[in-house]
């Protein structure tokens, strides 16, 4: 048993024998019928039989479905800045993350499209309790990481992760994404835990720490939906946090979660691809200052380009007005949509209750703060 074991995605070698495991699942079944409707007699499930590699299984079986998530949960993917990415070369895509599925699946679809080097991406060990959910994300290149941990097994459980990163990127030539925090960002800011950064160290031996950095080709990535298809589902956490209480996650909330995200009404997606960290973590190095300064000041500089890349839909501009009472960004949106808007509110939450109002409106303004932040910080600068 190799010490990633625990962690990896499936090898090509195992990928036959574990789609035979699952083509007859119900879930399995749903999810082909949805991605291929026109398919009558099940030719899916003979050409599945046949795929021998994750990259014909994400090709063929996971990028149509996505391509009918699309089509029937949204109004359209834009992209900006995947041209600075070289083919064949692997990065480190350090990224907001709103979407359990969609954010990671979304950047592989146009990788792929693109010609570029898909990833193996991060995901939490909480959402693949169930046998199927397990087989299936590590069918779809996923690697986990585990919750829940503390002491000396969070630390061994980080250093294997952050050397299964290592491997990924500098061995294998495989890109890795990886969330700028542990878990979903669920009040709309966008903001990168130090401790992430520190996690992908623990596997650099031969150089400096910091430097790895530079290495392993950090690129922030920034995806935004104007709608949250899991806004709702958000709020009640969010309430818990505001009141200092501990919150406890129902049976199947996380599934609930996953299921709401693809099927959800997103409207417009937008995904940047913000540059690669070399300019920056250079000039990071050449102060003085610890190992943890260097990390701090590298987290800032990876929250200011997630936030300059992203994309601000009128949901957006009219939550920061509604919740500040004011008109600042009435030019950025029109009447129908800001009816459609205050619609939606009415039918995802108790539009009574100022709590709700204010944990949903908020989600939504954030990301225009930080963007006022980041033109502030701009201006104190120049």
Known sequence: ????????????????????????????????????????????????????????????????????????????????????????????????????????????????????????????????????????????????????????????????????????????????????????????????????????????????????????????VSISYEYDPTDKLKIPQLIAKARDEKYIKSENEDFLNLMRGIIGTKKRIHLSINGVLDKEIDEIDQKDGSLSDKLSDLATVIDQKIWDGYRLWPSNFIAHDMLHQKNEFAEEYNREEKEAFEKRIKEKIDSKNPEEVHNYLAMYANPVSNKKQLSTTSSSGS
């Open 1 to 220: 048993m190799t010490k990633f074991d625990q962690i990896r995605p499936f090898y090509d070698a195992e990928a036959n024998a574990a789609i035979l495991e699952i083509v007859n699942n119900p879930m399995l079944i749903a999810m082909m019928e949805f991605s291929f409707p026109e398919d009558k007699t099940g030719q899916w499930k003979e050409l599945m039989k046949r795929t021998h590699s994750l990259r014909d299984f994400q090709i063929n079986f996971i990028y149509p479905g996505l391509m009918k998530v699309l089509e029937r949960s949204s109004d359209g993917l834009s992209t900006s800045g995947f041209e600075i990415l070289e083919p064949n070369t692997a990065y480190l895509f350090i990224s907001n993350h709103r979407d359990i599925i969609l954010d990671t699946s979304l950047l592989n679809a146009c990788l792929y499209e693109k010609g570029l080097v898909m990833t193996t991406s991060a995901i939490g060990d909480n959402l693949i309790k169930k046998p199927f959910l397990k087989t299936l994300s590590r069918l779809n290149r996923n690697f986990a990481i585990r919750r829940g941990l503390k002491g000396r097994e969070l630390l061994e459980s980080s250093q294997i992760a952050s050397e299964y990163i290592s491997n990924s990127l500098l061995h294998e030539n495989r890109s890795v994404w990886i969330a700028q925090r542990e878990g979903r960002t669920k009040d709309g800011n966008d903001v990168t835990q130090k401790g992430v950064l520190r996690m992908l160290t623990l596997a650099e031996k031969d150089t400096d720490a910091f430097q790895y950095f530079k290495k392993i080709k950090v690129v922030p």
